[in-house]
């Protein structure tokens, strides 16, 4: 079967349960390249991907965003996946993205997302949000595109990611302002992925500190989308989205709503505050370059 002219990046970090099967899935949609990007792992991580065939790169323990970066440095192929090492895509994942990016004209599309073998009620409920926000029958657009997702080449490496979200969550959100700003078109497609999930409360809540403090460095970055980003944490996600979960029937995750946008929210203001008194340095906008 002919090589799909697509370069998967996965960033790892301590994937050693994940990345086998991982990798496996990727492979069988047949790309011509994979390349693993792993931020100091201490397990088998490095050793699973090498045998399995990827290209490894190591670029030292500097945070996702950077490793990213290195990723779609490294990418030789026209188009750029960015798959996370706790993703199992379906086996026609990338040739779906790819047909329906070239269809459609899209710069930037965004797969599918549901829970992969999800057991307890946080992974169930991460689960259903997902599918809430991803669930499409044709492509679709959007200003947002996250993981796992499809780029062209020349839109991404034009774009790029910022350094300055190391170590706290948003580096896909600040890529989509980017992409957005440089007039690149982005959407969510049909291509799916089944995601392991976060198991636990306290892992929950860590996760939306980590998202919270990466929103305050969206709002000092683009003050323009703060009215935006207050709306999406206080009010989108625990009635907009948590009300579409209870007509479809997930009504008991509510409160895993609700807890999505109110811990960000509440982790995003103080946080902004320590910003403003700080303020560091963060990466340029991109050049307009269409529309």
């Known amino acids: 079967m002919d090589k799909l002219p697509i370069s998967v990046t996965i960033c790892t970090y301590n994937e050693e349960q994940d990345i086998g099967d991982c990798l496996r899935k990727?492979?069988?949609?047949?790309?011509?390249?994979?390349?693993?990007?792993?931020g100091g792992s201490t397990d088998r991580t490095v050793e699973i991907a090498t045998a399995a065939g990827a290209r490894v790169i190591q670029p030292g323990v500097k945070g996702l965003s950077s490793q990213r970066q290195a990723g779609i440095d490294a990418a030789t192929q026209p188009f750029v996946a960015i798959i996370d090492g706790d993703d199992h895509v379906e086996p026609d994942f990338l040739s779906t993205l790819l047909k329906e990016m070239q269809d459609y004209g899209y710069d930037a599309l965004l797969g599918r997302e549901v829970a992969y073998e999800p057991k307890t009620y946080w992974e169930k409920a991460m689960?259903?949000?997902n599918y809430g926000i991803t669930f499409t029958e044709k492509p679709v657009?959007?200003?947002m595109v996250g993981r796992p997702s499809?780029?062209?080449?020349?839109?991404?490496?034009h774009c790029g990611f910022d350094s300055f979200f190391n170590g706290v969550g948003d580096e896909d959100t600040d890529l989509s302002i980017r992409m957005e700003i440089a007039g690149f078109r982005q959407g969510i497609g049909?291509?799916?992925?089944?995601r392991q999930q976060t198991p636990s409360f306290g892992g929950i809540?860590?996760?939306?500190?980590?998202y919270g403090r990466g929103d305050a460095?969206?709002?000092?970055?683009?003050?323009?989308?703060a009215k935006n980003l207050i709306y999406h944490l206080a009010i989108r996600y625990p009635f907009v989205r948590g009300g579409k979960a209870i007509a479809r029937g997930d009504w008991k995750y509510w409160p895993?709503?609700?807890?999505?946008?109110?811990?960000?929210f509440f982790t995003m203001l103080p946080e902004l505050v320590k910003l403003l008194f700080a303020r560091p340095n963060h990466g340029p906008y991109p050049a307009k370059v269409r529309g």
């Open 256 to 264: 895993f709503y609700a807890m999505y946008g109110w811990i960000r």
């Open 190 to 194: 049909t291509g799916l992925t089944h």
């Open 217 to 225: 460095r969206i709002v000092y970055k683009y003050p323009f989308k």
């Open 141 to 143: 657009d959007t200003n």
């Open 127 to 129: 689960g259903s949000t």
């Open 26 to 38: 990727v492979f069988a949609n047949h790309p011509a390249e994979v390349i693993v990007v792993d």
């Open 150 to 157: 499809l780029y062209r080449a020349e839109a991404i490496k």
């Open 205 to 210: 809540v860590k996760k939306f500190v980590k």
